[in-house]
């Protein structure tokens, strides 16, 4: 049972907290680790955002059609849709037309702006130092390997763009179609083939898809935040003046393309996939420091410097106002050399997609949580509040009940808390073996999964609750955990969970922080507040290697589970459920939303209702498989009834 490997005794000391430890208490949650990451103190205020921004809206049809964004709001022409500002996940199907893009665009040339990686480094030398070179040692990098793919969905940056796109149509219509590239652009032909991931492009008006490689930070920055002039000519020593520098080659790009050593993104380097408006380019062979000002004159709307005619390298291409670019893709990518097995790490990309430090849909996701310090909560759009809905709805699975509401919702960006759950993640990392997954560990691999993540599954939403960051190597999930108005808002003021010595819930298993899958078994921690809500938090949740029991009860299950070097409990008591999960330490949850919700009506979960008989049909819908059925099926009446009664009495 347990780590397919076993990794028992091994960690060092501060892995394995004593006992009392786990039970709690209320220390400020300790000055850890290996990153040195500041703590702040004060866990009573908090700043709380409102992610619904104004009444700026867009005509649907204006948007790429294969935006999650497009999607969500449908297709009917006129329609318009809420503002958003977002980036969303790619999928395998997406990442694989990001590498044809990236392969068919690859050209085994060298120029002086490759910086030598040794130490000390070579000087600048044209046509690039021996190090760089194809030949030299380790040599021009013969692959990128994809590791991940951001799409960016901004409404507004997209409508500056689309609105630039029209003013250059207009003041060039008497021209149309424009001169376009000879030979045609490297990007063209591939960008055709998927109109999947690349949206039509006016190549009339030398609309392009081109690259812009960066540090990879600062390449998470401009998704976010635009780009930004300040950024620009950066790396490229402004050959045809202060612009924004691209290249049809992802060599060329990955030319200024750094990592960060020392850092989360070490080894990972970061380039831009831009839609780029070129419209009337100014064309030359030659160092034109002046070509700004050409553009400038309202001649030309951007330039062309060809490096591939005479010397054969590469076209560079600058546009010198930032909404004539819209970045698409953030492409996450890691270098290969003739050194190394370049197939078998693409294969390992595809299958093991690389996990962002932070989840992709939040706000501060470009940040490092390690040395910048971020304590927002943001209140969620109506879309992700519509998703986690569903989560809620699917996670009760009350055969006679309509499930609860939510009436508010926020979302935790902690960085204090988050880099402290990621230390431990890390640690369960490093044992370098894949924990038995929670399917395997009770024996129904087909339905034994946990049900938030079947539910995630299903309602595709990555835009909102990412199952693409959680790691189940080290079976990381999302689980709900229920508790006190009072404790629920001092764990998400960046208490953490370690805040719950004072919370209801009592040692079935022994000591440890007590989390389900499942809403019902949930709400039997919870108390309500003035208005009759109760609070819940939707944690990530690293339970590593697991100790599995099927007792009804064992208060000892912690110490069993510690001695077995175990860092969590899965009880499943009698084989049928409802499962609960105790995590012994508290840095192993993150409380990522805190949920206020309207329980339903108490005269819905009477005994009769529960042993109606939906299970055939839970099972077949794929929804949670064996789980929901036993919850509604074998929850025991008695504990229903004291949470019911105590919060409607
Ligand atoms: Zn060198």
Redesign the pocket.
Known sequence: MGCLQSSGGKEPEELRPRDEEAEGSDEEIPRATSSGYIVPTAVDEVEVVNEEHGAHEVPVESLPAYWTNRRVHGEASGKLCQHFDQMVCVSEAGRQAIRELVRGTYRPLVTQDRP???EP??PK?PAG????KPD?TPGLPTEYVVRRVIRVEDSEMWTRYAQKRSQIRERRAHRMPLRGLEPELFTSQVVATNPGSYDSLDTGLNEVYLWHGTHVRTGLAIAQHDFNLEFAGSGAGGMLGSGIYFAESCTKADEYATDEPGGYYEGIFGMLLCRVTMGSMFYTTQRRADAAEQVESGKFDSTVGDRMKFHNTFREFVVYDSDQVYPEYVVLYSRAYKADDAAALQLEASRNPFHLQLPVYWNNFHANPDSDVFRVQYKVREQTRALLQHLVTGSFLHPAAEGPEILDVRRVEFSNMWSIYMDFRRQVQSRGAVCMPVNELDGKAETGHTLTHNLMKELSAEDCVSLENLDVTVNEALLWHGTSPELAEKMCRGAGLHAHKESMHGSRFGKGTYFSEGLGKCLEYCTEDANGAVYVLLCRAVCGDIFYTEDEESPKAHSLARAEGKDSILANPGGVGPREYVLLQRCQAYPEFILRIKPPPAAELVPEAVAEEPAAEAAEEGLGGCLPVAEAVAEPPAEHERFWSSSTG
């Open positions: 030598c990686p040794k480094a070579c030398t130092c021996p190090c760089v030299g």
